[in-house]
């Protein structure tokens, strides 16, 4: 009897000793799986908010390749740096700081937010090659719950780091036909050679959108296509390399989003002027015509009401900057030789003017053309933009197609925009030039045309935006 009482009280002294290590381990538990959670969520809003930051700088960013601040949304940083506490998307380093507020993650006692971004491939991830990349570090010092009753402080700290990528990729098309129902809407005839280094997309739904006659060819080089929405003929000892893609989707244009840089009247219509010469608001010179023999004749880049003509003299020099034809167009050899030829670095012509008072471009009489494009600027790349204000089926047969001919040699280191006419290359002409992106295309009379890479800035290229760590 007295050695039962003796036993008394023994399960409770048990239970009462392994409860501490049950809530031991269940506090244990509990603090592993909080934190475990607080990892995931933190890696999250890491990805989160580098995607969003990596994003914001592809869609601001005009061409394939990225620089620091140009436009000023592209923040570069190498040395991580901290978001604060009230974020905005004005740059992508704010971007980066806002999607992971949205995300739970802020500048604060236990959490921190570190961005560092560039213009390149991110050195913390090897054989990933892109143009423009965001790191985002997220940390986050946990602290005890469950555990809070046996002990105080933290239980650890998370980090998560996730990095994404603006890469260019092959597949975009370096000579666009906009037209969506001409037939031989891109017309290759005639002995003509033609070459593209990144391939050719044809938007008519004609059943002979693309034509290639006459021992002509059509090649695109460098793995890419001849993409043709519609048909495509091929005949008369004409040949094509690759055999074109037929029943293509519609391709869009490259550059309908790039501003108009000048205009008229402001009221009419927006535009957005980066060069020297768009900002004049008056005609700077009236039908601009140059026949006198001289041994240079420099221009400057301003508005020419009623366009330029010139010939008979030895060489045309056109300084850098923007060059608004405002009505008539340009005739650089109708009036007579330029045998010393047409230069220009960082020049863009804008071919503008109304329904009535428009004119193309015509470039010829056996003259070498040497003429770049802006490489910075909102029109990078552009060397030739046709205004798209103004529509073909209202002018004239006459005043619907430019024309680069004569046996001249062209050396065009940027595209030829003209979304609502056609561009004609013909007799015999020997071209060069980044990209074409055009309502119709002509290429006929024994003319070469091969399609470098010099300047090319929104053609050529796809860009994604991709997790890479």
């Known amino acids: 009897m007295n050695r039962r009482r003796s036993t008394r009280g023994q399960a409770a002294i048990m239970v009462s000793l392994s409860l501490v290590v049950t809530l031991g381990l269940l506090g244990m538990v509990v603090d592993v799986g909080w934190m475990y959670w607080r990892k995931e969520a933190a890696f999250t809003a890491a990805q989160a908010a580098a995607i969003g930051a990596a994003m914001q700088a592809k869609t601001v960013n005009s061409g394939s390749t990225f620089t620091c601040n140009s436009p000023s949304q592209i923040w570069c940083g190498s040395t991580a740096t901290a978001c604060s506490t009230s974020p905005a998307n004005s740059t992508t380093f704010g971007t980066a700081c806002l999607y992971a507020k949205q995300n739970g993650f802020t500048a604060s006692g236990r959490q921190n937010v570190l961005v560092s971004a560039g213009n390149g491939t991110a050195p913390t991830v090897p054989n990933v090659a892109s143009s423009y990349y965001v790191t985002v570090q997220v940390t986050e010092r946990i602290p005890l719950t469950f555990l809070a009753v046996i002990a105080n402080g933290y239980f650890g700290t998370v980090a998560a780091r996730s990095t994404a990528e603006v890469i260019n990729q092959g597949g975009g098309g370096c000579i666009y036909v906009l037209d969506p129902s001409g037939a031989a809407a891109l017309n290759v005839s005639n002995g003509v050679r033609v070459s593209s280094q990144c391939g050719y997309y044809v938007d008519s739904s004609s059943s002979s959108a693309l034509s290639v006659t006459g021992g002509a060819n059509l090649t695109a080089t460098n793995g890419s296509s001849i993409m043709v929405h519609g048909g495509a003929v091929v005949n008369n000892g004409a040949t094509t390399s690759p055999a074109p893609t037929t029943g293509a989707p519609v391709a869009a244009d490259p550059f309908l989003s790039r501003p108009v840089p000048w205009s008229s009247s402001a009221s009419s219509r927006t535009y957005q002027c980066d060069y020297t010469g768009c900002d004049h608001t008056t005609c700077d010179h009236t039908n601009y015509t140059w026949s006198s023999w001289t041994s240079q004749l420099t221009l400057s880049p301003g508005v020419y009401c009623g366009g330029i003509q010139i010939g008979n003299v030895n060489s045309v020099v056109f300084n850098p900057g923007v060059y608004i034809l405002n009505g008539g167009g340009m005739n650089l050899g109708g009036l007579g030789g330029i045998p010393g030829g047409v230069t220009g670095s960082n020049v863009l012509f804008f071919d503008t003017g109304t329904n009535s008072t428009y004119k193309g471009i015509t470039l010829g009489n056996g003259i070498p053309f040497t003429l770049s494009a802006p490489t910075t600027g909102s029109l990078a790349g552009i060397l030739f933009y046709q205004d798209p204000g103004i529509t073909a089926p209202t002018l004239g047969a006459s005043a619907?197609?430019?024309?680069?001919?004569?046996?001249?040699?062209?050396?065009?280191?940027?595209?030829?925009?003209?979304?609502?006419?056609?561009?004609?290359?013909?007799?015999?002409?020997?071209?060069?030039?980044?990209?074409?992106?055009?309502?119709?295309?002509?290429?006929?009379?024994?003319?070469?045309?091969?399609?470098?890479?010099?300047?090319?800035?929104?053609?050529?290229?796809?860009?994604?935006?991709?997790?890479?760590e």
Do not use: R
Not at 433 to 462: E, K, P
């Open 400 to 468: 619907v197609t430019s024309y680069f001919n004569g046996g001249s040699s062209f050396s065009l280191q940027g595209s030829l925009y003209f979304p609502n006419t056609t561009v004609n290359f013909s007799n015999g002409t020997s071209t060069t030039a980044t990209g074409l992106v055009v309502n119709d295309l002509v290429f006929t009379g024994g003319s070469n045309f091969v399609q470098d890479t010099s300047n090319l800035t929104g053609l050529g290229v796809v860009q994604t935006v991709a997790i890479v």
